[in-house]
């Protein structure tokens, strides 16, 4: 049993720290895309910003050919672009009240909903 724990537990330790290096590949990525987000829409009347949660779904995707010994020509420059091309409006002063769904229980757990 003792075994299987530390084979458990350095899986899970695996997982963090390959979260980790995407997560901060992805910032050092969105960093540069940033950049070029800037030159792109300098004409608009808002600010841009790379969205982040886009730019982490497609290093997901090529995290392993990025770091595999012959990466595919040009998937650094390809993954660039389109972190540069996924953007969302900087709107300042801009605040409403969230939603914040109520903490008391429903009646009924989803799967054993009583049907009409």
């Given at each position: 049993?003792?075994n299987?724990?530390g084979r458990?537990?350095?899986?899970?330790?695996?997982?963090?720290?390959?979260?980790?290096?995407?997560?901060?590949?992805?910032?050092?990525?969105?960093?540069?895309?940033?950049w070029?987000?800037?030159?792109?829409?300098q004409?608009?009347?808002?600010?841009?910003?790379?969205?982040?949660?886009?730019?982490l779904?497609?290093?997901?995707?090529?995290v392993?050919?990025?770091?595999?010994l012959?990466?595919?020509?040009?998937?650094?420059?390809r993954?660039?672009?389109?972190?540069a091309?996924?953007?969302e409006a900087?709107?300042?002063?801009?605040s409403?009240?969230r939603?914040?769904?109520?903490?008391?229980?429903?009646?009924?757990?989803?799967?054993?909903?009583?049907?009409r």
């Amino acid at each position: 049993m003792e075994n299987f724990s530390g084979r458990t537990v350095h899986a899970l330790k695996q997982d963090v720290l390959a979260k980790i290096l995407t997560l901060n590949l992805t910032a050092i990525l969105v960093w540069v895309a940033q950049w070029m987000t800037t030159r792109l829409y300098q004409e608009r009347r808002r600010g841009y910003q790379v969205n982040f949660a886009n730019a982490l779904s497609k290093m997901k995707d090529n995290v392993v050919r990025l770091l595999s010994l012959e990466p595919p020509p040009g998937l650094l420059e390809r993954l660039l672009c389109a972190m540069a091309l996924e953007v969302e409006a900087i709107r300042p002063d801009r605040s409403f009240p969230r939603n914040i769904k109520s903490t008391k229980p429903k009646r009924f757990h989803p799967n054993y909903k009583r049907c009409r």
